[in-house]
C-alpha cells in the first residue's frame, strides 16, 4: 500500500481523477447533478459531513485507485461542519483537482418545488419555508462566491439540468475554459450564475422597425442590423480582448468554467444577436463555447 506521501505525490503529477463537490440551495437540483455524475462513472457520496472528504478520498484512491473521479454532495444539514470544508478545498489537502459546484435558483422556485415535494426546509424550524431559505444563503454565502461553477436551476427543467452537467463534466480529463454565453432579458432578472454582464440596451432596438420586430438575433436580418450599428462595433472590439484576458487568467487560477451574460431589455433581439457574435469570435480563437439564449421566445 503506498504512503500517504507517494499517494498525494502522484495525484499531483496529474494521476488523480477530478473531484466535483456539489453543494448549493436546497431545491436547486444537488440530486439530479449527483445522478448525472454517477451516471458519467463518478463515484458518488450523498450528505458527507465535510470534515471527512480528505479522509473519503482517501479511501477511494486505496479501493479503486486515484483516477477514479470522485463526487461528493454536501448540503445545509452539515451546518458548522462547512468550515472545514473551506479549510479543505483551500490547502488542496485531497491532491485532487477539485471543483467546488454551487446550484442555485430564485426564492420563488425553491419555494414552489419544496411545496410540490411537500417537504419543510432543513433550516425552517417552527417558522416559513421561505425563512429557512433565508438561513440557508446566509449559511452557504462563502460557499457561493468561492465556487468554480454556479449554475441557475430557475429555468432547467431536470433534462436541461443533466445535459448542463454533461457538457460541464462529461469528460473528467478536460483541462480548457469552458465560457458559457447567456443572453437574457433585464425585464426577467440578470443571470444570477453570471461571472461578467453586459448590457447591449446601448444599441438601437430592432423592436422599433416594424420588418424586424417579429423576428430574433438569430435571424440573419436582425443580427446584421445590430451588428452594424457603430456601437456594437466598438463595443466588440473592446469587450473581447478583455474577455480572453479573464480567460487567460481563470486557467492560470486553475479555473475551468466562465459565464458571461449579455442582457437587452427583453433578451430577444440585441442581446440574441451579440451573444452569438461574442461566441463565435471567443469559438474561433481557440476557446470552447456554449451559447444559451435564456429569454428567447419568453415574450
Not at 470522485?70 to 445545509?76: E, S
Not at 425553491?110 to 429557512?132: K, S, Y
Request: proline share 5%.
Amino acid at each position: 500500500m503506498p504512503t500517504e506521501e507517494a499517494r498525494l505525490e502522484g495525484q499531483l503529477d496529474g494521476l488523480a481523477g477530478e473531484l466535483v463537490v456539489v453543494t448549493g440551495m436546497t431545491g436547486a437540483g444537488r440530486s439530479t447533478a449527483a445522478k448525472e455524475l454517477e451516471d458519467l462513472g463518478f463515484y458518488v457520496i450523498d450528505n458527507l459531513p465535510p470534515g471527512l472528504l480528505r479522509q473519503v478520498v482517501g479511501l477511494v484512491d486505496e479501493s479503486r485507485g486515484t483516477e477514479q473521479p470522485i463526487a461528493v454532495v454536501v448540503d445545509v444539514r452539515s451546518g458548522s461542519f462547512f468550515e472545514s470544508l473551506h479549510a479543505n478545498l483551500a490547502q488542496g489537502a485531497t491532491g485532487r483537482h477539485t471543483t467546488l459546484l454551487f446550484l442555485d435558483a430564485n426564492d420563488d422556485v425553491l419555494v414552489r418545488r419544496q411545496e410540490a415535494a411537500r417537504r419543510p426546509h432543513p433550516l425552517q424550524g417552527t417558522g416559513r419555508l421561505l425563512d429557512g431559505l433565508v438561513r440557508e444563503r446566509a449559511v452557504l454565502a462563502e460557499l457561493r462566491s468561492d465556487a468554480d461553477l454556479v449554475i441557475d436551476t430557475s429555468n432547467l427543467n431536470v433534462h436541461q439540468l443533466t445535459s448542463r452537467i454533461r457538457e460541464s463534466f462529461g469528460d473528467p480529463d478536460a483541462t480548457r475554459l469552458q465560457i458559457n454565453v447567456i443572453s437574457f432579458g433585464f425585464k426577467y432578472g440578470i443571470p444570477i450564475d453570471a461571472d461578467y454582464v453586459a448590457d447591449m440596451r446601448f444599441l438601437p432596438n430592432p423592436y422599433w422597425q416594424p420588418k424586424l420586430r417579429p423576428k430574433s438575433g438569430l435571424d440573419p436580418d436582425v443580427a446584421d442590423y445590430v451588428k452594424s450599428q457603430p456601437g456594437a462595433v466598438q463595443f466588440l472590439a473592446a469587450y473581447l480582448p478583455v474577455l480572453e484576458g479573464v480567460a487567460l487568467g481563470y486557467l492560470a487560477e486553475g479555473k475551468r468554467f466562465m459565464t458571461v451574460a449579455i442582457g437587452c431589455t427583453g433578451g430577444k433581439h440585441r442581446s440574441v444577436s451579440m451573444a452569438q457574435e461574442i461566441s463565435r469570435r471567443l469559438a474561433d480563437v481557440g476557446y470552447d463555447v456554449a451559447t444559451i439564449h435564456r429569454d428567447l421566445g419568453r415574450e
